[in-house]
């Protein structure tokens, strides 16, 4: 079995090896690319915050329910207010839970993840702006 001595990379045995490549004179970056910064590990793990927490509230109420009329008939079915049951009251309350889950979505939005994406958003435009004058 022979063995081939070109390199791998070469298509033709005769071909000359390539250049070296030539050294970048350049000034080095003062800050790293935007898809290499810990922002948007930050960001992603802000609204993935958000999206778990708005969910497990309005979820978790509406398993509580279930739960609940599953293993407490006697409670569901009996009657607080002026002959209105248990259950159905707390059948009412979810659509309150949702917009209260619905509301805690977007607070966390402006508070959590919006800024984020902003300074994101403005940082990604300065390095756009840094590569064209560069070119």
């Known amino acids: 079995m022979s063995h081939d001595p070109s ?3 070469l298509t033709y045995p005769w071909q000359p090896p390539a250049p070296p490549p030539e050294p970048d004179h350049r000034r080095p970056r003062r800050r790293a690319p935007l898809g290499h910064h810990g922002d948007l590990r930050t960001l992603r793990s802000a609204y993935r915050w958000q999206r778990r927490t708005a969910t497990l509230t309005a979820l978790g109420y509406f398993t509580l329910f ?9 409670f569901m079915t009996s009657e607080p207010v002026g002959g209105i049951p248990t259950g159905l009251l707390l059948a009412l309350l979810q659509l309150p839970v949702t917009w209260l889950a619905i509301a805690l979505y977007e607070h966390t939005a402006r508070r959590l993840v919006d800024p984020i994406a902003d300074r994101i958003r403005k940082q990604s435009e300065v390095d756009a702006e840094r590569r064209a004058t560069t070119r």
């Open 7 to 9: 390199p791998p990379h």
């Open 66 to 74: 279930l739960v609940l009329s599953a293993l407490a008939p006697g």
